[in-house]
């Protein structure tokens, strides 16, 4: 059974949007975008494993919160995701998409890793525990995994100093993610907001470029 989802206007006639939270959080850490969402779109917020499960059990978590929403049945399924969000929501788009899907925005999304997660990957027990942190590693490829080319893919990053945290990366970040790992080659537009990682999915400027992005499949374009 999937875990515990915040589901919103759940409306097969509408498209869906999933949204996907990151390392160490649950459903409520997206809980700013689902309620904005929710106006235009049915939401579906599952709880994944992201805390002491692999990144492949929060895959088939996901997976199966999609199949008991019978996410098949909308006309579009759009995905939302923050941090390691998007490296859940790419790992299922690469192996199972589906014929209906829309467009995502990836926030945040370390394709190529942080710094910060080698440096707690060096606390003894630290990353068997918290067995998510290996996904964050850098030099995982993850940009190397092209979704399917029917989706759009946004990619928004944040440049926020605000995260003390962030003087331990070299060059510019959003404290936590280095803006350079955001980047990854299926990309079909790429969005700088200057905010910090864990304030960036919570602000209206992310909310209005997303629904921009599901409407259009591109940042600052006319809906």
């Known amino acids: 059974m999937a875990q515990e989802s915040a589901n919103l206007r759940l409306d097969?006639?509408?498209a869906l949007v999933v949204l996907v939270h990151g390392f160490n959080k649950d459903e409520r850490d997206m809980g700013f975008l689902a309620q904005g969402l929710a106006r235009q779109y049915?939401?579906?917020c599952p709880?994944?494993?992201t805390r002491f499960g692999s990144l492949q059990q929060a895959v088939v978590t996901l997976r199966q919160a999609l199949d008991e929403q019978k996410w098949q049945q909308y006309p579009r399924v759009h995905f939302v995701a923050h941090s390691m969000g998007g490296l859940i929501v790419r790992q299922l788009l690469v192996e199972q998409p589906p014929g209906n899907l829309g467009h995502s925005v990836f926030i945040a999304t370390p394709h190529d890793g942080s710094p910060l997660?080698?440096?707690?990957?060096?606390?003894?027990?630290?990353?068997?525990?918290f067995q998510?942190?290996?996904?964050?590693?850098?030099?995982?490829?993850w940009a190397s995994w092209r979704m399917d080319s029917r989706a759009h893919l946004?990619?928004?990053?944040?440049?926020?100093?605000?995260?003390?945290?962030?003087?331990l990366i070299d060059g510019e970040s959003d404290g936590r993610v280095p803006l350079a790992s955001t980047c990854?080659?299926?990309?079909?537009?790429?969005?700088?907001?200057?905010?910090?990682?864990?304030?960036?999915?919570?602000?209206?400027?992310t909310l209005a470029a997303v629904q921009g992005f599901l409407e259009c499949g591109r940042f600052?374009?006319?809906s």
């Not at 707690?120 to 027990?125: F, H, R, T, V």
């Not at 998510?132 to 490829?141: F, N, Y």
């Not at 946004?154 to 003087?167: F, R, V, W, Y």
């Not at 990309?187 to 999915?201: E, G, Q, R, T």
């Open 12 to 14: 097969n006639s509408k």
């Open 42 to 44: 049915s939401i579906l």
């Open 47 to 49: 709880r994944l494993p």
């Open 117 to 129: 997660a080698s440096l707690a990957d060096k606390l003894p027990g630290y990353s068997r525990l």
């Open 132 to 141: 998510p942190l290996q996904s964050l590693l850098p030099g995982q490829r």
């Open 154 to 167: 946004g990619i928004i990053a944040g440049s926020g100093t605000q995260d003390p945290l962030g003087a």
């Open 184 to 205: 990854c080659d299926d990309a079909s537009d790429w969005l700088v907001l200057p905010l910090c990682h864990k304030a960036i999915h919570w602000h209206q400027d």
């Open 220 to 222: 600052g374009a006319d």
